[in-house]
């Protein structure tokens, strides 16, 4: 399973490494994901990957 967001959907974002010189070289972002137990809609209680976007405006439910 990869690490991205499962409300929102947040995952890696892609950019440039600019060093002294400024020269740019690709890289990767990765998001502030953390896994925490979430209660479901049906009340069952599961490990998932929630951003920390997502934990601080409280649009997930935690157990």
Known sequence: MSRVCSVCGK???????????????????SANVQKVKVVNENGSVTNEYVCARCLKSDKVQRA
């Open 11 to 29: 995952g890696k974002l892609s950019g440039n490494k600019v060093s002294h010189s400024n020269r740019r070289t690709p890289r990767l972002y």
